[in-house]
């Protein structure tokens, strides 16, 4: 028997952190399984990409390009900044990875909403950064508080717009504001994963606004509405002094052959894709709005997934969808996420919820 004693030495941090949590999928009693606990695009891959992942996969024996040269061309081109500009990494979480490998050092702190992404105080505790986590306000992010809470000890302040899991985003003038009182040391993070989803006016595109602030940052994704999930690929887009930062923390070769090829194709079919975003985000609207009729509070969401606020019955919903075959995303003690799938699985969902005895704390 081998004694602990004997074994190898890891970071005490390594004790108190819990592995990240996929979504899971159930199968229900009929052996139905309807999957709406990862913000999954309900839609395969389209011709064009999927020929262009057949074409890449016959060159699996050689590397990638390491420096992803016609992704970051292309999306140069689709989204008019200079190539500099643009980093790549395995997925938005891995660049975020990387962000925070950048800025961490033994006193560092980083500044986020909660609740929000589940991977952030992950990471930042992998990566040896103190989290500071400011409590969200009516479901969404309380910047006057968020922009309070820096200090001289903050390295990065992450606004993840719209909000994961809640689906609530803020609006320009405050962003803008908000923006203006951050540091100019401090690097200011948009993760903007469901942007394509975003149909509010008022809801800015970081984009916009990153151009003239050397300190801010935007993270997208080919996960969500790109429907590449599967291959992991992410891109940022900010200053050439926060994109070279970003290019020496990334693992070589993170970002596949096949991803690569399979994002380019994306941004070409993009017209098409977008198709489907629209899609999604009626049927988003539908599962609220019958959600409301049902007398559910839902806070308004911009991105592909609807909260449902719970408290102490988060556990038991859960359950009841997974009874049915349904799985949503449940928060023990704050509430579920379900994302937006095919008219059927939305369907199967909101059966569950309308036969639900309870519609969560007032």
């Not at 930042?124 to 968020?146: I, K, M, W, Y």
């Amino acid at each position: 028997m081998v004694s602990e004693r004997n074994s190898p030495y890891f970071r005490a941090v390594l004790g108190s952190i819990p592995p990240y949590r996929p979504g899971r999928a159930v199968v229900g009693p009929d052996g139905r399984s309807v999957k709406l606990s990862s913000n999954e695009s309900p839609y395969g891959p389209l011709p064009s990409v999927l020929a262009a992942v057949a074409a890449a996969a016959t060159e699996l024996n050689r590397y990638p390009d390491a420096g992803a040269t016609d992704l970051i061309a292309a999306l140069a081109r689709r989204f008019a900044v200079p190539e500099e500009h643009v980093a790549v990494g395995a997925g938005s979480v891995g660049l975020l990875q990387q962000l925070l490998e950048a800025v961490g050092e033994p006193g560092a702190e980083v500044c986020y909403a909660w609740r929000s992404f589940e991977a952030y105080p992950l990471l930042a505790e992998l990566a040896g950064v103190t989290s500071v986590r400011v409590p969200l306000r009516d479901e969404t992010h309380d910047l006057d508080a968020l922009a309070a809470a820096v200090t001289g000890r903050t390295r990065m302040v992450l606004v993840c717009n719209p909000n994961n899991p809640t689906g609530t985003a803020v609006r320009e003038a405050e962003l803008v504001e908000f923006l203006d009182r951050v540091p100019e040391h401090v690097l200011v993070v948009l993760d903007e994963a469901y942007r394509e989803y975003v149909r509010d006016p008022g809801v800015p595109d970081g984009l916009t606004l990153y151009r003239d602030r050397p300190n801010v940052a935007v993270l997208r994704t080919f996960s969500k509405a790109y429907g590449l999930a599967a291959l992991r690929v992410g891109f940022l887009v900010g200053h050439p002094h926060v994109t070279e930062a970003v290019r020496k923390t990334l693992v070589p070769f993170a970002v596949n052959h096949v991803a690569q090829a399979a994002a380019v194709a994306s941004l070409a079919a993009e017209d098409e894709l977008l198709e489907r975003v629209a899609a999604t985000v009626k049927e988003r609207d539908r599962v609220r709005d019958a959600l409301l009729a049902d007398g559910w509070t839902v806070p308004p969401t911009e991105a592909n997934f609807v909260w449902l606020r719970l408290g102490a019955e988060t556990v038991e919903f859960a359950a009841a969808c997974e009874a049915a075959g349904v799985a949503v995303r449940p928060f023990p003690g704050e509430g579920a996420r379900v994302s937006i799938g095919a008219p059927e699985e939305n369907d199967a969902f909101l059966a569950v919820a309308s036969a639900h005895p309870t519609r969560g704390p007032r």
